[in-house]
């Protein structure tokens, strides 16, 4: 008898509704917020489309445009080479492509983000995460769910900063770290704008999610949207970031399979 395969099982779980997929990417437009770094700094390009034709003289039969972003644009995807301390390790094309499709743990912090905007998850945090959901997956994502994506819309409600500098939840230095160099995740996915907290800037070391994930081959996810829809174990991410060769990340679509009971679906 022949084995059932299992790419077989996949389109028809797809097919008949027992996997749903979840779309966890921002729309990517000119209102996509994006980071603002402090002068002398230099500024990513907000997203702009130039029409090149529209069933026009310029091109009667076809419609397409050229592109104008930086890399962290919108939900995108860091590669090791974003940070000094992965300065020579993989740049985005070079991310194996397996990596790309991963088991993910999604932790929901969402009611404390929603008291303090500051708030950072701590190690003791993800070990109480794990004392009632099992270990994080080995390969897979740590997602953090904290609510940021309802504030997508506004680029002043999405960065949420004032004198001080921006207000965004994230992680502590020291779960940065653990995440980094303890954990078995191959990478950090966040709502808000960067893997780091608003905070960070002002951090020992300064923004220690990319300076510990990038230095330790670890990737991140930042602008990510629907991990409602997620449970807390169990979904599968596809991460599909543009293949730019010497680039640091790419804007990327990112998908989630999510096994449920037919009728179920979110």
């Known amino acids: 008898m022949t084995k059932p395969s299992v790419l077989a099982a996949l389109l028809h779980g797809l097919r008949g509704g027992s996997i749903e997929v979840v779309d966890l990417t921002a729309p990517l437009s000119s209102a996509t917020p994006v980071i603002q770094l402090p002068e002398p700094f230099g500024q990513t390009q907000v997203f702009e489309l130039e ?34 301390t992965g300065k020579d390790l993989a740049d985005v094309a070079s991310v194996p492509a397996s990596r790309l499709i991963a088991p993910a743990a999604v932790l929901d912090f969402s009611a404390l983000a929603a008291k303090d905007p500051d708030f950072l998850v701590e190690v003791d945090h993800i070990k109480a995460w794990e004392t009632e959901h099992g270990p994080l997956p080995e390969g897979g994502w740590l997602l953090l769910r904290t609510g940021w994506d309802a504030r997508s819309e506004s680029q002043e409600e999405f960065l949420n900063a004032d004198g001080d500098g921006p207000h965004t939840p994230g992680l502590s230095p020291e779960c940065a770290r653990w995440v980094a160099e303890e954990s078995p995740v191959i990478g950090l996915g966040t709502e808000t704008v960067g893997t780091d907290a608003g905070a960070a800037h002002s951090f020992d070391p300064v923004f220690p999610c990319h300076s510990y994930l990038m230095g330790n081959d670890k990737y991140g996810l930042t602008q990510l949207r629907n991990l409602a829809e997620l449970p807390a174990t169990g979904a599968v991410v596809i991460a599909g970031p543009l293949p730019i060769v010497t680039g640091s990340g790419s804007p990327a679509r990112v998908l989630a399979l999510v096994e449920r009971p037919v009728g179920e679906r979110s």
């Not at 090149?52 to 090791?80: M, V």
Request: aromatic content about 20%.
């Open 51 to 84: 029409e090149i034709s529209r069933y026009d003289d310029r091109g009667p039969a076809w419609y397409w445009n050229n592109f104008r972003t930086g890399e962290h644009t919108g939900t995108h995807f860091d590669a090791p080479n974003h940070w000094v």
